[in-house]
């Protein structure tokens, strides 16, 4: 009745943004991603029968109502409803090797670690697609923490709650040879979440062709991984999330994620670039740049951006496993 499940961060390369069906959380369109080495959630699912109410603790804390209802409304899913009495309520621990209130992107790996480990608590029976198919409810970018290395995530069909799901395109052993660096921006005041920041940039005027583009850049990133390119993946990268942000920021009214370290650690990006320095941009709906790189360079990408005023600290990621069971007995 219990399990111990952890999962990593992931990062977007080609952006999920934007919904297809925001009841059954679809996304509007496909994206890809790396399941980093970095970033990782540990969680324990406990289904107490004495229980009368799920309880939530992360980082050792009690978390806040809402993180609490979101949990329970996700075990709901997992397992069936506690309120109609087709489960037990349980005891949920989530811990984080980084820090939560940092504003870096915690639900993927959060997710994708709840959804495995309530899974195997229940005895439920379960596979890479099926786990995908529910973290994908919870939170899109969680679907691809299922799986590591270069991840897919389609696009689905309205109405067909399992018709999104996460496919690896490259285990983490079969392309090793990318590094993501982050660059941890100041602490800026709350941001939008990124479903609020979503359901709004269905006012952009850049909102459609920002979705129809999309399959273009699944299509050339699918490729270029294909042919382990690091350049014309990097190009697609940060062009898809140059896109994201413009479609974004021409909302009404605008969604701007982006902050000065953000804008200017995308210059810092660039200007190494010029220089021969093989690294391209991204980043997500948060304050943080980050850069795709080589090996080989990752050290040097990660000082650059740790000169850009504002950044705090830098980490370098590597491509990372999936969701992965540690312990689990019913
Ligand atoms: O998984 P969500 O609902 O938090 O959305 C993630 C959105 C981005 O991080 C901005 C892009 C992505 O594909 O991860």
Redesign the pocket.
Known sequence: MQALAEARA???L????GKLDAAL?L?AVP?L?LTVDALTTRTSVRFDPSRTLDALFIDQKPADPRALGRVSRHLDRVVGSAAANARMFAEVRSTNDFPTAGGL?S??SA?AALTLAAVAAAGRESDPTKLSVLARQA??????SILGGLVL?GVGTPGQVDSSFATQVASEGEWPDLRLVIGIASEAPKEI???D??NQSESSPYYAPWTSSAPADIARAMDAIARRDLPALGAVAERSALR?HACALAADPGVV?LRGPTVEGLHAIRKLRARGVPAWFT????PHPKALTSPEDAAQVARALAEVPGIQRTIIAAPGKGALLLDGQR
């Open positions: 992931n990062i977007a080609v952006k999920y943004w959380n996304p994206s991603s992107a639900s993927a997710f939170s899109g970018s969680a679907a691809r995530l979440a990124s479903t920041g979503m994201m994620y980043c997500d709906a948060g």
